[in-house]
């Protein structure tokens, strides 16, 4: 059963909503238009806002906390954004369970980074436009969450993307770093279509593309529209959550600072696709056609992402490949509908601890290492940054899933909802998430192992400075922490008396999976298959020292390294592929079309050149012509009534 | 009838500065380029004094005028403005004062016929959009071809060649779209005079066809309706009526570019959408398909081909074809979306492309070259030019919060109730809009700052005050195109009700009327 979207007009304190999202904004705008006059004080402004939305949305929360299950959706109207006849575009608000979540992940996790990146960026000259773009990221994150239509949402949808953007981009005088923005957004372009189609469909099949008239009427519309709806969506979601087949832009977002990465590329701007399907259940309700292709999708990025990240030395782009395969997991529960709706945003939740936090972490070593991210030339790191290796350890095991941890409670629920799907895709869909676990706990247990243990393998930077691997500063190590308790405790929080369930369930619905497989059973299964995977890669990167230079390794592995080859396919295709195009009809232009006019010309007037050399006398003529043209007109409209 | 003649003023104010410019001691030719500035900031208060008179509420057409010009065929001299000739002329007296200003130094020290001539060209595209009767309109979009020949033979890029040959190009293909619409014209009015008692007058002419009066037979609609539609496919140029667009884009002065292209060729897509539709509703509806393939196909191919220039004034060019596609799909729509998105989009396109015409100059103007490759890290010595370029490009691929995607959306959803197809294709020149622009960004703006441009100074105080409203302007209006719609929407209402065949019936209303019935 999908539940009625039925929100009641927000006032009181409900009417902060907007705020949230104000405030931000207007940090953003400060910086921007200040310019260099906020240098001094910029940072400490974005850090205000970015906390100062954080309280808000704690605010609004223990305000929703207070209502009845039934009683927590209000609509905020703010003003009427485009109106034209038979076509009301509002920017409003909607503020529920689902939306909430969402608000406190971005903000919190949002204010950390912050934080962080005060430290982090202290030596950069650009640090007050570093800011900037992160609050506007905030902002156009908070418009997708709470907007109250899919046009809005869609505008905070390209909002991130250009936050995306600026940031993957922010060192622009790095080739690589320019490259990789455009890219991002170029690819996360081609999702934009297809949720850009899909709100068209809603508006020609509801007359709206506003939240409740699309969610209450999903059921009783044809099914092959909401299946096309369905699928469109997925193709939006595909492009920003950096799912198959548009999951390429993802590694190579790496080159933004490394707080970035923690923020937009992988606690929350990526996991926009999971909100998006989640929030339109009610149109997935409707399509088991379209869920199995959610699903699909699902199991085949949370494969693709685990292999690639087995192969990285990279520690971001395994990180990156980590982040493609968590984000698969949590776009194959969304696809199971009722059944896992729920846990894919607690999946999310607890990910955006672990993975924020992994990524402090391995912005903290890089911190230390004279930025090198290559993890073939760490080693032995635990005894320099004790704080750093202990989150980062914390993160690991909320990661693979090892109980009490977060990950353990979400991704297990993931598993038994996988296999609860029933019949032959329930085995396939859950033995794909089975194998994912085993694979996660191979290259995260690589990572650790490579980066705090073994031998020093430090190399001096291409400068010649040898590295001195130190602690970060508190203010960096502060918010390592705070992520690190999260990792620790958010999941069994949540798991407590159901309480994550009972508070989404109102928005999402919630069903109750019965898996084939006894629980208990299957709970071991997943603990030893995580056991295999930590064994191997202890046997390989533990037990001996990972060579300072990669070896050839085998196919396998070199596909891996190429990102399974997917990149070689855009260049093949895309990039050869339209450059061809592109030069063809630039020369068919010039000589088919142009030369055509050109033949005409010359053939009715004499050649070009005697043109031009006529043109002087010409265009004097031509003046004369102009009123012959009128007085022409004159005399055929009196022959005309002669 | 209005007691003082608002629009004859506004169309008439640049002359003042014509005349100033003449009246101007010898050896102080200098001071033209204030004259021709104040000139135009009047015009653009006169232009918004008409815009408060204009009562939103009121009848379609206001601020009439009507006087007799050659009384023994009715032709007069009467203009009037309904929301969208209104917003259009907004437009224009908004973007001249910006190209004066932008234009500072590229009057080849000739000062008084360069400034001169971009004011003689404001007084008649403000007229041309106020006219109201078909004769006016005519001279007036004839008329304009001679300032505009002008301003890129004998001003613009060095290379007397290869401007002058643009120019020609420009001057004949205009040419000979402008004598089309002359013999459609003069076919018109043969046919009208029978039944219309004033068969220039617009107004008269488009009710005498919604209410029958007056019918022309299946071929001669047709035939006249292809006489206004060529010469309006040739202005707003459509694909394969293109090719001099790159051609006088490039070889003009950055400020004559962004004239060309955002001003004089909307009359082009306001020509369709007023002329073609209202006056040939059956040959229009008989053509839609033929013009809808036309508009995907300009939408992208201007778009693929604007990916392969090696030059940036006519990469946006060719920006603009793709979106002169867009507005031609918006007005063939047959929706009230997509024809006020197509009338936003004229203007939306006319903001971000102006911006990005002078942005690209002022480059231009630094480096000596129109070469995407002849640059490289600008964004390191002028972060100014760099920060305005990337917004003015993020406004020309329709990112929300920029007034331009309100319009792109509204054209592609208006299209979508009806072609879904068309509009399908047409979506995805988002993607290819995308690559053009942020792969120009990229080229020019970013990476090791190229040796050529390290001695760049970023933006003057001239060059911010031409941008700057601009830039503001586009993110007003993307946050409230409310402040434009007011006029537009009831215009479209109002002439929409007039095309009686195929009621613009759409799925949607069907959807909203069972809606409203639960």
């Not at chain 1, 004499?606 to 012509?625: N, T």
């Not at chain 2, 104040?38 to 232009?47: D, E, I, M």
């Not at chain 2, 009384?71 to 007069?76: T, V």
């Not at chain 2, 016929?113 to 003689?120: A, E, G, N, Q, T």
Request: proline fraction near 4%; aromatic fraction near 12%.
């Amino acid at each position: 059963m999908t539940p009625s979207y039925a929100p009641v007009a927000a006032t009181g304190t409900f009417a902060l909503t907007a705020w949230v999202i104000l405030l931000p904004l207007a940090g953003a705008a400060i910086l921007l238009i200040g310019g260099r006059r906020t240098n001094r004080w910029g940072h400490l402004l974005g850090c205000a806002a970015a906390i100062g939305s954080f309280v808000l949305g704690a605010v609004l929360f223990f305000a929703l906390l207070a209502k009845p299950g039934a009683q927590r959706s209000y609509d905020q109207h703010v003003y009427t954004w485009i109106p034209v006849p038979g076509f009301t575009a509002d920017v409003g608000f909607h503020l529920d369970q689902l939306s909430i979540v969402f608000v406190l992940l971005i903000t919190g996790v949002g204010s950390l980074i912050h934080i962080y990146s005060v430290a982090y960026m202290e030596h950069d000259e650009n640090r007050r436009k570093f800011f900037c773009y992160l609050n506007l990221f905030l902002a156009a994150m908070l418009v997708l969450v709470l907007a109250d239509n899919y046009l809005l949402l869609y505008a905070g949808w390209e909002g991130v993307g250009l936050a995306s953007y600026l940031l993957i981009g922010f060192w622009q005088h790095k080739p690589s770093a320019a490259v990789a923005a455009k890219k991002a957004f170029i690819v996360n372009r081609v999702g934009d279509v297809g949720l850009s189609i899909a709100v068209m469909l809603m508006y020609t099949t509801f007359g709206s593309f506003a939240f409740g008239p699309v969610l209450n009427g999903a059921s009783s519309a044809k099914v092959g529209t909401m299946t096309a709806i369905g699928l469109l969506l997925l193709l939006g979601a595909c492009g920003k959550s950096a799912q198959f087949p548009l999951q390429s832009w993802l590694l190579d977002a790496m080159e933004g600072p490394t707080p970035v990465s923690a923020l937009i590329h992988a606690a929350t701007m990526v996991t926009a696709g999971v909100y998006l399907i989640v929030r339109s259940n009610a149109i997935f309700d409707v399509s088991p056609n379209a869920r199995l292709v959610v699903t699909i999708i699902g199991a085949i990025t949370l494969m693709f992402g685990a292999i690639i990240g087995c192969a990285k030395d990279d520690i971001k782009k395994a990180l990156a490949g980590s982040t493609m395969s968590q984000i698969g997991y949590m776009i194959l529960a969304a696809g199971l509908g009722p059944i896992g709706y729920v846990f894919a945003i607690m999946h999310l939740i607890t990910h955006g601890f672990f993975k924020a936090g992994l990524f402090l972490g391995a912005g903290s070593v890089m911190h230390g290492m004279n930025d090198d991210v290559n993890m073939r030339h760490y080693g032995a790191l635990r005894k320099f940054m004790p704080w750093t290796y202990v989150t980062f350890g914390l993160g690991y095991l909320a990661i693979i899933g090892v109980p009490p941890f977060s990950g353990y409670w979400s991704k297990d629920k993931i598993i038994e909802a996988a296999f609860a799907q029933g019949g032959t895709s329930g085995w396939i869909l859950g033995c794909a998430a089975l194998l994912g676990a085993l694979v996660t706990a191979f290259y995260m247990t690589r990572v650790v192992l490579m980066t705090f243990f073994g031998q020093k393998r430090w190399v001096p930077d291409a400068e010649g400075h040898e590295p001195h691997p130190h602690e970060s500063p508190w203010i960096m190590v502060v918010p390592m922490v705070v992520l690190a308790v999260g990792s620790v405790a958010a999941g069994f929080l949540f798991s407590y008396h159901n309480a994550f369930v009972n508070w989404l369930s109102p928005v999402t619905g919630f069903s109750e999976g019965h898996s084939p497989i006894n629980t208990a059973v299957l709970q071991v299964v997943t603990l030893v298959v995580v056991a295999l995977g930590i064994g191997y890669a202890y046997l390989g990167y533990g037990l001996q020292q990972a060579p300072s230079t990669p070896p050839l390794g085998s196919f396998a592995t070199r596909a891996a390294r190429q990102d399974l080859y997917g990149d070689a396919f855009n260049e093949l295709v895309f990039m050869r592929g339209g450059q061809y195009l592109t030069r063809v009809l630039v020369y068919f232009d010039m000589k088919g079309v142009d030369g055509v006019v050109n033949g005409v010309s010359a053939g009715l007037g004499g050649s070009s050149g005697r043109l031009r050399k006529l043109q002087s006398g010409f265009v004097r003529s031509y003046a004369l012509s102009m009123f012959g043209g009128a007085t022409l007109l004159i005399v055929a409209l009196l022959l005309v009534r002669g | 009838m209005s007691s003082f003649p608002y629009l004859t003023v506004t169309i008439a104010a640049p002359l003042v500065g014509v005349a100033g410019i003449a009246l101007l001691p010898k050896g102080t030719g200098a001071r033209s380029k204030q004259i021709a500035l104040g000139a135009s900031l009047l015009t653009l208060v006169l232009s918004i004094v008409d815009a408060v008179k204009f009562d939103v509420g009121g009848p379609r057409f206001q601020l009439n005028e009507s006087y007799t010009w050659i009384s023994q065929f009715h032709i007069n001299y009467s203009v009037g403005v309904d929301g969208i000739a209104l917003v259009l002329i907004l437009m224009t007296t908004v973007l001249t004062p910006v190209v004066i200003l932008a234009s500072w130094h590229d009057d080849k020290d000739r000062p008084r016929p360069f400034f001169s001539l971009l004011l003689v060209l404001e007084v008649m595209m403000v007229g041309v959009f106020a006219a109201t009767d078909v004769f006016l309109f005519y001279v007036l979009f004839e008329g304009l071809l001679i300032p505009a020949y002008f301003l890129i033979g004998s001003y613009g890029r060095s290379g007397e060649q290869k401007r002058s040959y643009a120019a020609v190009k420009f001057l004949l293909y205009n040419l000979l779209g402008g004598l089309l619409m002359l013999a459609a014209v003069i076919g018109l009015y043969v046919v009208a005079e029978r039944s219309v008692a004033d068969p220039f007058s617009f107004q008269a002419l488009a009710n005498a066809v919604s209410s029958g009066t007056l019918h022309f037979s299946t071929g001669v609609e047709r035939w006249l309706f292809l006489g206004f539609f060529i010469a309006f496919a040739v202005k707003a140029p459509l694909w394969p009526f293109h090719t001099w667009l790159p051609d006088a884009a490039s070889e003009a002065t950055p400020g004559t570019a962004v004239l060309l292209v955002g001003v004089l060729d909307k009359i082009g897509t306001f020509g369709m959408l007023r002329f073609c539709l209202e006056l040939f509703p059956n040959a229009s509806h008989w053509f839609t398909p033929a013009v809808l393939v036309l508009a995907v196909i300009s939408t992208v191919y201007g778009a693929l081909l604007a990916i392969g220039q090696t030059d940036m004034k006519r990469l946006i060019a060719y920006t603009s074809i793709s979106h002169f596609g867009l507005i031609t799909l918006g007005v063939f729509a047959w929706t009230a979306r997509g024809q006020v998105g197509a009338s936003l989009y004229m203007v939306n396109h006319g903001l971000a492309t102006g911006a990005l015409f002078l942005l690209a100059g002022f480059m231009i103007r630094r480096r000596g070259s129109a070469e995407i490759e002849a640059y490289g890290g600008v964004q390191k010595v002028a972060p100014l030019l760099a920060g305005t370029f990337l917004l003015a490009g993020l406004s020309s691929l329709a990112l929300p919060g920029m007034s331009p995607f309100v319009s792109e959306f509204l054209v592609l959803v208006g299209t979508f109730e009806k072609y879904p197809v068309a509009a399908i294709i047409g979506v995805t020149s988002i993607v290819l809009a995308a690559v053009y622009i942020l792969w120009l960004y990229q080229r020019t703006m970013t990476g090791p700052v190229a040796e050529s441009v390290s001695n760049f100074k970023d933006l003057n105080r001239r060059e911010l005050a031409a941008v700057v409203p601009l830039l503001a302007l586009i993110l007003v209006l993307g946050f409230a195109p409310g402040i434009l719609t007011k006029y537009i929407n009831p215009a479209v209402t109002q002439s929409t009700t007039q095309i009686t065949v195929a009621p613009p019936h759409t799925v949607a209303d069907a959807a909203r009327a069972a809606g409203s019935q639960r």
